[in-house]
């Protein structure tokens, strides 16, 4: 980390710009010389989007999404269907989702999953409201769209054994082989999912 | 790098991590997501040291450096040699010298290396400077500290030619085996270059 000749002010940067996921400290060394070599085009800018962005986006007091406005504006999107609630672990499944273009109706954000090792309870999460949402009378269908990892399908089977008896349909995403996939690469369990959910072509 | 239901705001924090070097249109969305998930303990310090660095870091006019004083504090500090100038081609190969406390002497910082390809001349980096500092009483050496690439050997050719005549030596990095190095990996040049070299044990 220690970058030595360099002043303390370029050593703090490059130790923020190190905490960036996917950046360490050589390559935040980098991105450091990058920017001072771009002040107005990138640096500056950089500077006020992140502040701007920190005291402008909330958490929406609904749904969770990360958004200027509250509630967001997936929320208050007048052409979304109200009938079905797509539940996932984090915003960034909710963009992944929306790039995709996958479901035109309500998001949910969970803020992340159930897991023992982590010490993560359910009260640690956005589940009450969710709860709360899914008994609206307009709500018909809850979409579990979370990880397929075990503590994703944990929380998945206890979401729906708390959705029991609200009145909607609890759904989840499909297993198979992925678009491009090879059945080569692909693991054991997926083959297996893919075989028993085949379909008519 | 759409993100659909992400606002302006969000999205232009985005474009804007995403050029950084090592960040890419999703590791920028995992990045603004962590920073947002971390206001006061990361963004809001980041935004604030990206626009204090950005006004107050300069280039120092004697070495091409970057620091807050102009002179630099290698370029001003009591307890470093005089008589040698270590020549690099970039501010991050200064800042490796001096992790390594490989040097220490004054440095000069080309700004880059000479290169037909990307249409790189003498007159685009920082090398009348150079020559002019060389012939001060003071400097004995100039030490080439450039990259082992082809351009940087072709800078090093031409700057060894125009520093002849201002009385001083000047020398190169040595070529051998790298510190925990195995034969086996080593390239044929590398490993020539340090069977020429060899020396007694």
Sequence with gaps: ????????EIERLITLLAKLPGLGPRSARRAALHLLGRRDALMR?????????????????????????DPCSVCTAP??????????ETVGDLWALERAGAFRGRYHVLGGVLSALDGVRPEDLNISK?????????????????NATVDGQTTAHYLADRLEGCGVSVTSLARGVPVGGELDYLDDGTLAAAFKSRSNV
């Design 79 to 88: 052409n979304r269907a109200e009938n079905a609630i797509c539940v996932v």
């Design 45 to 69: 800018p950089l500077a006020q989007a992140l502040g701007e962005a920190a005291d402008k986006i909330a958490e929406c007091s609904v749904c969770g999404n990360l958004d200027v406005s």
């Design 1 to 8: 980390m220690r970058s030595a000749s360099a002043g303390p």
């Design 130 to 146: 969710l709860i709360e949402r899914a008994r609206a009378d307009a709500v018909e269908e809850i979409v579990l769209a979370l």
